[in-house]
């Protein structure tokens, strides 16, 4: 998967990660560039330092430690040499470039009136390489649909960082909205699917148009605010499924609340370890409470190659734990 993003970088990371074995190249997960400190790069549970010579070594004084010039060639190219069109991104943190790859920023901020106005000095880049990978929603979605309106559940997907709610829940709004619900018992069409697509992760659009298959019949607000992403595709859209990434925010439920009125099913994700971490977080907590989702689907930590999905009702109770694909 490296070869989708080694364009994108300057020269120096080029021929360092280019020179990793193609295995690791293939499953690279995050690039770490942190200025005047070792590249480190890691792929599924492991993690290691890059060599000058583009090896895989432990010790950090062997590791190459990337420049003053490099970080700012790579933050350079990473903008397409226009810092001011990405202002708004940068002051939150990231940066979502071509092919929905997201880079975490940190360095000095700089303040107005209390709140950070920018990110000055960028010291440390965390390169996440998005990946498609079609197929990880097969097993549970059977599980979250609703028999009684021939769709699926209102669905809260749970886990920490990095553990593939992005990837579920953009292959969900593919099998969705090609109707390949999957079951034996399951027989319906496809569905208008919506997506909220704040960070530009989900569907990788370029020029509005995705660049991952997310379906026919699959509609995409790209690099909108969710709430009001979600409140444009309510007024003006009218999907049958509103699929949206990392709620946690006030404006959020109010948003999942007025499509659950209006008769639109709702998949979320959210950060957090399990059920009961969500229930801790005011926004989630009340959300929870009013029965607004009726599946939960917790991701569980991988080991090795594998993945697993423990899925529960609207009580939070336990119905079945998954083996998936690794995502």
Same mark, same amino acid.
């Given at each position: ?22 295995? !690791?190249?293939? &499953?690279?997960?995050?690039?770490? %560039? ?7 790069? &890691? ?49 939150? =943190?990231?940066?979502?470039?071509? /092919? ?18 920018? +990110?000055?000095? %960028?010291?440390?880049?965390? +390169? $996440?390489?998005?990946?498609? +990978?079609?197929? %990880?929603?097969?097993? !549970?979605?059977?599980? @979250? ?12 997907? +749970?886990?920490?960082?990095?553990? =593939? ?10 099998? *969705? ?31 509005? %148009?995705?660049?991952?298959?997310? /379906? ?12 009001? /992403? ?5 007024? &003006?859209?009218?999907?049958?499924? @509103? *699929? ?18 209006? =008769? ?15 229930? $801790? ?15 939960? !689907? ?22 079945? @734990? ?6």
């Amino acid at each position: 998967m490296l070869d989708s993003i080694l364009h994108l970088l300057p020269q120096t990371f080029r021929f360092l990660l280019a020179a990793l074995p193609p295995d !690791v190249q293939a &499953s690279v997960e995050e690039i770490r %560039v942190r200025e005047s400190r070792p590249l480190e790069i &890691s792929w599924g549970d492991r993690y290691t330092f890059v060599s000058e010579r583009g090896e895989m070594v432990t010790q950090e004084t062997k590791a190459y430690k990337p420049t003053r010039q490099d970080c700012l060639s790579l933050l350079e190219m990473l903008t397409n040499h226009s810092l001011y069109t990405f202002e708004e991104e940068l002051r939150r =943190g990231y940066i979502t470039i071509a /092919g929905g790859h997201r880079v975490g920023l940190a360095g000095r901020t700089v303040l107005d009136q209390g709140h950070v106005k920018q +990110i000055r000095d %960028v010291s440390s880049f965390n +390169i $996440r390489i998005a990946r498609e +990978i079609q197929g %990880v929603g097969q097993e !549970v979605l059977p599980q @979250l649909f609703d028999p009684l309106l021939r769709s699926i559940h209102h669905t809260l997907i +749970i886990s920490p960082p990095q553990h =593939g709610k992005t990837t579920l829940i953009r292959d969900l709004a593919r099998l *969705i909205s090609r109707g390949e619900w999957g079951g034996s018992n399951v027989s319906t069409t496809g569905k208008k699917v919506g997506v909220v697509d704040e960070r530009s992760e989900l569907a990788a659009c370029v020029k509005g %148009v995705p660049r991952f298959d997310l /379906g026919p019949r699959t509609d995409v607000m790209d690099g909108c605010p969710k709430a009001e /992403g979600m409140m444009m595709m309510i007024r &003006s859209l009218s999907p049958d499924i @509103l *699929i949206v990434d990392e709620i946690g925010r006030p404006e959020d439920a109010d948003a999942i609340h007025e499509a659950v009125h209006t =008769g639109i099913r709702v998949v979320a994700t959210a950060h957090g370890a399990d059920y009961e971490d969500v229930r $801790r977080r005011p926004v989630l907590k009340q959300l929870l409470e009013e029965g607004v989702f009726t599946r939960y !689907v917790i991701l569980h930590r991988r080991k090795g190659a594998q993945a697993s999905y423990r899925i529960l009702d609207c009580q939070g109770k336990a119905l079945e @734990l998954y083996p998936v694909r690794k995502g």
